[in-house]
């Protein structure tokens, strides 16, 4: 229907005006909070990049006068972070891979098998997922503990450094709320496919890795993605089972947090913030890459998934 | 023992591993947790306590520290929650009504989403520092510190709820932004040949179509309030169970770190840590339940 039908010329000019007036009350507030946002990261690069005279200089500068890249390569030298990268991706990887497995084949037990019992530990797995993870983490602490996983000194044997990594994986691969999700999505495969597949001799097995896994082969490069997201931030349960003084086995996360803490100089003319910044920026940008090239995935999935993160 | 129906042996294939580790890191925990908070004096190694009763829960309750950090919560989640939903909703609107750059807005506002806590707590650590900070600077401050030893609660609480605003928005616009795109059209359409001004299509259409999605924001924004912990250790930029970690004095102390507290402490009270994640627990419940029960009334499914 067309607007003009309804309204005289005058009436039209008030409504053309009252739509600029929105239209730029709207885009300021966008551009404030996308201000916001990212001062923050825009901060974190333009100090990492300044010589330490400049960070500490009276006059602060928004715009770097002298780029350098010298902290960059002080930070390499502070922190081993070679090893953090690697270990970050070693833990994401085995947790992630291993987490997929007992996901698929769990969401494929509730869907589609029938077996008794089925429907109350759907229920009691429900129930556990209101209830918060530090709970759990005093007892999984005391666990990895009376194993020997857990802080395992520098120059330790291999069968104990496996233990402490086995430590940052094992506790996070059973995964309710992702079984929980991909059963959403393996509920909506129509049973007619899986009539056919019996028709043509197809094994439950067989059927689930044939057809099921393909169709839903969106959400589990969702939940792979949450799930390395997931590892690359996590903090709490590898500084509680890590050695803050063996580097060899610390995290993204934790690592960044032993290099810059209380024991180095903040003010003064031996400051470091340009370094700390520096190994922010180096923590924070590989997952920035990672997010520009899975961009779309990833905010589809988030949204779809309504995972905290 | 399960008695499995017909494919009994297939699902015990399929979820024993699973359950298998659930059982490990996840069931036995809860149980534990639970048996814990009620032994008193229990000792971690040996396994000995001296007898049932609530006395975890006594010790705790009356800790000015675990007080603190139930009225750290508290301010944290009482405050910056509704102040993050407010501008979450206020963003996703302003979002979906603007076609020009609205994809480049979009990942802009969820760039904290993908970032570490531990990094970008630094950053803010940095942007607030007394000396060379730019907060201090644009806003013409002189050597007002936020964060270090000369710090006010308030400042200190401040800092955290910027930091947790900062984070918390992304996750909250894109879960209402993608509500919003799912509202059929037709209700706008319906609303403008009616002549319904923008007040109360936002009102009468945009918030009851949306209520489901705020509730669901609302509520994992207050369960992820209730937790916060790595923020606080960030911005400090002190480790665990190191003077400081929670701010001079540890003023900033959260339910979560009390309880990762004891997890350092000597002698190891894990007792007392274990009934303090059970009142973690009881408090995220009973918040659920009446935000599900305030939403009985206004929540249109």
Redesign the interface.
């Known amino acids: 229907?067309d607007r003009e039908l309804y309204f005289d010329e005058q009436q039209l000019k008030k409504f053309k005006a009252y739509t600029i007036v929105?239209?730029i009350f709207?885009?300021t507030?966008?551009i404030i909070?996308?201000l916001?946002?990212?001062?923050?990261?825009y901060?974190?690069i333009a100090?990492s990049l300044k010589t330490t005279a400049e960070?500490?200089s009276q006059n602060?500068s928004f715009f770097p006068r002298e780029l350098t890249f010298a902290s960059y390569a002080a930070v390499f030298e502070r922190a081993p972070l070679f090893t953090m990268y690697m270990n970050t991706i070693l833990v994401g990887f085995f947790t992630t891979s291993l987490t997929i497995v007992?996901?698929i084949?769990?969401a494929?037990?509730f869907s589609r098998?029938?077996?008794?019992?089925?429907e109350v530990?759907f229920s009691?797995?429900l129930m556990?997922m209101?209830?918060?993870?530090?709970?759990?983490?005093?007892?999984?602490?005391?666990?990895v503990?009376t194993l020997g996983w857990i802080r395992v000194p520098e120059g330790a044997p291999l069968h104990e450094i496996i233990g402490n990594y086995a430590a940052m994986i094992?506790?996070f691969?059973?995964s309710?709320f992702y079984?929980f999700f991909l059963r959403q999505t393996f509920r909506q495969i129509p049973n007619e496919l899986y009539l056919a597949a019996k028709v043509d001799g197809l094994g439950?097995?067989k059927y689930l890795f044939k057809v099921m896994v393909p169709i839903a082969k969106s959400t589990i490069i969702t939940i792979t993605i949450l799930s390395m997201?997931g590892t690359?931030?996590a903090?709490?349960w590898p500084?509680?089972v890590t050695s803050?003084s063996n580097s060899a086995l610390w995290l993204?996360?934790?690592g960044?947090?032993?290099v810059?803490?209380?024991t180095i100089e903040?003010?003064g003319p031996n400051?470091v913030?340009n370094q700390?910044?520096a190994?922010?920026?180096l923590?924070?940008l590989p997952?920035?890459v990672?997010?520009f090239l899975l961009?779309d995935y990833?905010?589809k999935g988030?949204?779809?998934s309504?995972i905290?993160? | 023992m399960l008695e499995f129906k017909k494919d009994g042996w297939k699902a015990a294939i399929a979820l024993g591993p699973t359950l298998l580790l659930l059982s490990v890191f996840t069931f036995y925990p809860i149980i534990n947790a639970v048996l814990m908070a009620f032994k008193q004096d229990y000792v971690f190694l040996s396994g000995t306590y001296n007898g049932i009763g609530f006395g975890n829960f006594v010790t705790i309750l009356s800790d000015p520290k675990f007080l603190d950090a139930l009225k750290n919560t508290s301010i944290m989640v009482f405050i910056s929650v509704p102040l993050t939903i407010i501008l979450s909703l206020l963003l996703a609107v302003a979002l979906n009504s603007v076609k020009k750059l609205r994809g480049f807005f979009q990942t802009v506002f969820f760039l904290p989403y993908v970032t570490n806590t531990i990094a970008l707590g630094l950053v803010f650590n940095v942007v607030f520092h007394k000396d060379y900070g730019l907060f201090n600077s644009v806003f013409g401050l002189e050597l007002v510190d936020w964060l270090g030893s000369g710090t006010t609660y308030w400042r200190a609480m401040f800092v955290l709820m910027v930091y947790t605003i900062w984070n918390g928005l992304a996750f909250k616009i894109i879960v209402l932004l993608s509500g919003l795109q799912s509202i059929d059209k037709q209700y706008y359409q319906a609303a403008s040949v009616d002549g319904a001004n923008r007040k109360r299509v936002f009102g009468k259409i945009t918030v009851p179509l949306l209520s489901p999605m705020i509730l669901y924001v609302t509520i994992t924004s207050f369960i992820g309030a209730f937790k916060v912990y790595t923020s606080v250790i960030a911005l400090f930029g002190k480790g665990a169970g190191q003077t400081g970690a929670y701010g001079p004095d540890n003023m900033l102390i959260t339910v979560v770190g009390y309880i990762y507290e004891k997890l350092w402490a000597s002698g190891t009270p894990f007792g007392v840590a274990a009934a303090g994640s059970i009142i973690l627990f009881i408090i995220i419940l009973l918040i659920t339940l009446v935000q599900f029960w305030i939403s009985k009334k206004r929540v249109h499914y």
Do not use: C, H
């Open positions: 229907m929105t239209k709207t885009y507030f966008l909070l996308a916001f946002i990212i001062i923050p990261f901060w974190m100090t960070v500490i602060i007992s996901v084949f769990a494929f037990a098998l029938k077996f008794k019992g089925r530990i009691i797995l556990t209101m209830i918060p993870g530090e709970v759990f983490v005093i007892t999984n602490y005391m666990t503990n094992l506790p691969v059973g309710i079984t439950d097995f997201i690359w931030n903090y709490i500084s509680l803050s993204v996360s934790n960044l947090n032993e810059f803490r209380s903040l003010s400051s913030l700390q910044m190994g922010s920026a923590v924070t997952l920035l990672v997010f961009k990833i905010m988030v949204s779809r309504g905290k993160g």
